[in-house]
């Protein structure tokens, strides 16, 4: 059901693309060309408690009196026009367990601006869990739409699948509704 679901989703994104770079008739004034740097932070909403251990995002869960927070930010270098390679950093802490675990995030991956406004990312997301003997690691898969409000920013919604790589800490993969904001300069 999972790979079935990732064809249809690829599927999807290919034809999405092809429509927009035919309707594409002006660019984005050079914010995606190669030499470019971007700096981008994160809202995720969705997945459940413990999964969010790995994460890059900004995030503030309160559930039952149990609050879990995370801060962090991504960077990348435009390589080639359209195609950034990044890489994430975030901090968490879960402290609905009693014990307060904190977490260290890291996402290295690439992200490439179809028609230079339709962003689709695939990445490696992993985290160190203080106090765990397995670990969060995730393949991230990522699409959206970049709306550019300048020059030099843009708002990034988008939907992101998180494909579990260590079944011996969750068998469970997360799916979350994205709002990025970005820099490029």
């Given at each position: ?6 064809v ?11 429509q927009?770079?035919?309707a594409?008739?002006?660019t ?13 932070a994160?809202?995720?909403?969705g997945g ?11 995030g ?10 995370n801060?962090?930010a991504?960077g ?8 950034a ?25 690439a ?15 992993g ?5 765990f ?6 393949l ?7 709306i550019?409000l ?36």
């Open positions: 059901m999972k790979k079935l679901f990732i249809a989703i690829t599927a999807l994104g290919f034809t999405f693309a092809a927009a770079q035919d594409a008739t002006s984005n004034g050079g914010q995606t060309a190669q030499g470019k740097w971007l700096i981008e994160n809202t995720g909403f459940q408690a413990g999964t969010q251990a790995a994460s890059t995002s900004f503030l869960t309160s559930v039952d009196g149990n609050t879990s927070w801060l962090g991504e990348g270098y435009f390589v080639a026009d359209d195609l390679v990044k890489v994430g950093l975030g901090y968490g802490d879960n402290g609905s367990d009693g014990a307060g675990s904190s977490a260290f995030s890291y996402k290295i991956g992200k490439y601006y179809i028609a230079s406004m339709i962003p689709v990312q695939v990445d490696y997301t985290a160190s869990i203080k106090d003997d397995e670990n969060p690691s995730y991230g898969l990522q699409g959206g739409y970049a550019f300048g020059e030099n920013v843009s708002i990034e919604p988008g939907l992101r699948y998180n494909i579990t790589m260590n079944d011996d800490y969750t068998e469970e993969d997360v799916f979350q509704f994205q709002i990025g904001f970005a820099l490029h300069f």
